[in-house]
Every structure is written in C-alpha cells, then in structure tokens.
Nanobody
Framework: QVQLVESGGGLVQAGGSLRLSCAAS????????MGWFRQAPGKEREFVAA????????YYADSVKGRFTISRDNAKNTVYLLMNSLKAEDTAVYYC????????????????????WGKGTLVTVSS
C-alpha cells in the first residue's frame, strides 16, 4: 500500500511560481514511476508530468513544457513539481500519481496505468 500526500498548492498571480510536493509512504517509492496530473473545473483530469524511478527520464505535457519541472528525491520519498510562469489556465487541482513500475509508460501518462492517487492540492492562478 502506498499513500501519497500533496502539498504546496495555493493562490498565485499569473507569472508567478509554486512548488508542489508529494510525500509517499511505503518501501516501493524508489522503484516507482511518479507523475502529476491536474483537473480544472469542468474538465477531465489530464497528464502534466512524469518521472521514472531513477529520475533520469522526464516527460511533460506540451502545455507545460519549458515552464514546469518534475524531480524526485528518493532518499526523502518525495516528488516535486516546480511550476514557473504560471498562467490562469494552470488553475486546477493537482494530483500526484504512482505506478509500481520503474519506467513511465504511455498507459501511465494516460492515467490508465496509475496504481495510486493522492487526494490533490488546489492551485489557483489569478490573472
């Protein structure tokens, strides 16, 4: 069993930055691919970013590429999402996700291969 707890959300002005954290429990963190998804009001949940178990490979949605950075600290069982140059359209609940596989699969990026979800943290970007 893996529990994921997100933190770091809040209200920020457009152009600002936030760093989200996701603390994971359990021994499988360092062997798991991790990711961030988001769901805006009235929209479906969408992929944001993912990272493989070692941290050596990262993947981003086109909408956040160049602005967001995903990273992980396996010693701390934590994955991060640094969000720069935030836009109003980045407003959403951000969810941490884990896949008990070392690599990031297309299925995971689609949301279908997620083994565990966090409860989410709200990010609001004011324009």
């Amino acid at each position: 069993q893996v529990q994921l707890v997100e933190s770091g959300g809040g209200l920020v002005q457009a152009g600002g930055s936030l760093r989200l954290s996701c603390a994971a429990s359990g021994r499988s963190f360092s062997r798991s691919a991790m990711g961030w998804f988001r769901q805006a009001p009235g929209k479906e949940r969408e992929f944001v970013a993912a990272i493989n178990s070692s941290g050596g490979s990262t993947y981003y949605a086109d909408s956040v590429k160049g602005r967001f950075t995903i990273s992980r600290d396996n010693a701390k069982n934590t994955v991060y999402l640094l969000m720069n140059s935030l836009k109003a359209e980045d407003t959403a609940v951000y969810y941490c996700a884990a896949d008990l596989a070392a690599f990031v699969s297309g299925n995971f990026r689609s949301g279908g291969g997620v083994d565990y979800w966090g409860k989410g943290t709200l990010v609001t970007v004011s324009s």
